[in-house]
């Protein structure tokens, strides 16, 4: 390891003025955040219309209309933090699809479109392509928009993956951590909009989900913490921004805490004591905590010195 | 096909030659007209060993035009392209300024201009080597330290540079970039990032401040 060699070398960088460091701040932290919540509602509508479709009464638009709002508000940050944002029709304009940031828009744009569709299908109430009703034809764009909100979750991965100059952002796992982020959040989300509307039942199903993601979500961010620097020194170098007295450390277990092992005993609590103002309370946290887990990761690689 | 498709232009440093003077550093800005607080090209100094046993050795860096560039790869609006003759080049009026080229950069040699608001970085002066010169920084070397090229061409300065030594190397190859950009005698001091401290207060200059980029950062 280099450290070795730091040892004998005593090397000191004396003269160098690297250039600013964290270009993706939270903006970019808005950006996953947003798309988490955006993109998992739609997971978890489309899994209680398998589940459940009776519970789905009065719950469709609602629930839409929030993941639309949030894939918006996606959109709107990933916008301003362009520094032309001006430009921003480039994308479609001058595509370069090697690049993930040219799918991601792309795909996203269309999957925002298509939640336009669906909710003004179901506030005019028209029916189209061949069903019988709005409702029905929610439900069948449903199933397309579901598949489609895979490769919008994932896309941001993507770019980290291919961001090559920040060693954390592995593929993998940033995949598994992007779709763990959406039934996390998507999960939280409608347990608070489903309010009565949801049976127990389904409330307790989507607990478990949220519960699951959770311990999932942790299993891999500790398996990174504890084993990510033993075969990369630039992982292990970026890592020690949040370990012991590291610049990030607090901030990364407030992160797990409240967004994964809180929850997680929560959810099983509610489990115990039937109660949904605990699971409630889950929910928010979880939502809460994701997205300070989400800058810490954004952050930390961006500290360290390319030169 | 043109003479310039199979040209491959590529920089070799020899840090035995390299003093540290800076004449490059000033040369790249003055030509480029470089915004202040910002770099194409800078040399880096490191101190190894400790008093009395110490040495100061120089490292310029720059882009490395690499074959497999991951900036021209993240590049959403192709801003970053390659030219025939291998340059990364970057056209600033159709770059959004998502900074994905900077997150992707393993050499940290894309800044955005903050009077621009767009990426930018060496072309190995793309301007002048289409009207046959040098780029600014090979003429400004007082010991011709760096040397410019065709890699393509066996007779080239750059190509029998390499032939000649043993001790050829690229920053980060592990990165799988193929940089077209290589130095002789360096060591893991001039190459590699994590193998020097950066300690508050060494610093020949502290407390640099940089002009605002605009867009938002922490």
């Known amino acids: 390891m280099i450290h070795d060699t730091l040892a004998a070398t005593h090397a000191v960088v004396t003269l160098d003025i690297p250039l600013p460091d964290v270009f993706w701040g939270w903006y970019v932290t808005m950006n996953m955040w947003a798309k988490s919540i955006g993109t998992g509602l739609v997971f978890m509508l489309f899994l209680l219309l398998r589940k459940n479709a009776k519970e789905m009464d009065g719950l469709r638009t609602p629930t839409m209309i929030v993941s639309f709002v949030f894939m918006n508000i996606f959109l709107l940050f990933t916008l301003a933090d362009l520094h032309q944002p001006f430009r921003m029709w480039h994308i479609f304009f001058y595509p370069h699809w090697t690049s993930a940031i040219t799918v991601g828009a792309w795909m996203a744009t269309i999957f925002v479109g298509l939640e336009f569709v669906m909710i003004a299908a179901m506030i005019r109430k028209e029916k189209c392509l061949l069903t019988k009703d709005s409702t029905a034809f929610f439900d069948k764009v449903l199933f397309w928009v579901t598949l489609l909100a895979i490769p919008v979750t994932l896309y941001t991965a993507g770019i980290m993956a291919e961001a090559s100059a920040r060693e954390l952002w592995q593929m993998p796992t940033e995949s598994a951590q992007m779709i763990l982020a959406a039934t996390l959040t998507g999960s939280a989300a409608i347990i608070l909009l489903g309010g009565s509307k949801l049976s127990d039942e389904t409330k307790q199903f989507f607990g478990a989900i949220l519960g699951l993601s959770a311990l999932m979500a942790f299993i891999i961010y500790m398996s990174e913490y504890i084993f990510g620097g033993m075969k990369s020194e630039e992982t292990a170098a970026i890592l020690a921004y949040v370990k012991d007295g590291g610049e990030y450390a607090s901030m990364f277990w407030i992160g797990q805490w409240v967004a994964f092992i809180i929850p997680m005993i929560l959810v099983a609590l509610s489990r115990v004591s039937k109660s949904n103002s605990i699971l409630s309370l889950a929910a928010i946290l979880a939502i809460a905590g994701l997205w300070v887990v989400k800058h810490v990761w954004l952050v930390i690689p961006q500290l360290l010195p390319l030169s | 096909m043109t003479e310039g498709e199979y ?152 190509s029998k540079y390499i032939q000649r030594h043993r001790d050829v190397q690229v920053r980060k190859p592990e990165k799988g970039t193929n940089p077209h950009h290589f130095y002789v005698g360096a060591s893991q001091v001039n190459l590699n990032p994590l193998a020097s401290q950066r300690e508050e207060g060494y610093n020949l200059f502290n407390k640099i401040t940089h002009l605002p980029l605009g867009g938002h950062h922490e």
Not at chain 2, 30 to 55: A, C, I, M, Q
Not at chain 2, 59 to 84: D, F, G, K, M, Q
Not at chain 2, 130 to 149: L, R, Y
Request: include cysteine; charge should be negative; proline fraction near 7%.
């Open chain 2, 7 to 158: 040209m491959q232009l590529g920089f070799l440093v020899d840090l035995h030659l390299c003093m540290g003077c800076k004449g490059c550093e000033i040369a790249c800005k003055v030509e480029n007209e470089v915004p202040l607080s910002t770099w194409r090209l800078r040399v880096k100094y490191v101190d190894v060993g400790t008093f009395p046993e110490t040495k100061r050795t120089f490292t310029p860096l720059r882009c490395n035009h690499c074959e497999n560039a991951p900036c021209e790869r993240i590049c959403p609006v192709s801003a970053l392209h390659y030219i025939e003759n291998g340059i990364v080049n970057i056209d600033k009026e159709r770059c959004i300024g998502c900074a994905g080229c900077v997150m992707a950069c393993p050499y940290g040699a894309i800044y955005i201009d903050p009077e621009t608001q767009t990426a930018d970085k060496c072309t190995y002066c793309a301007h002048r080597i289409a009207s046959s010169m040098m780029p600014a920084c090979v003429v400004a070397c007082p010991v011709e330290a760096n040397i410019f090229g065709d890699l393509e061409d066996p007779a080239s300065n750059i």
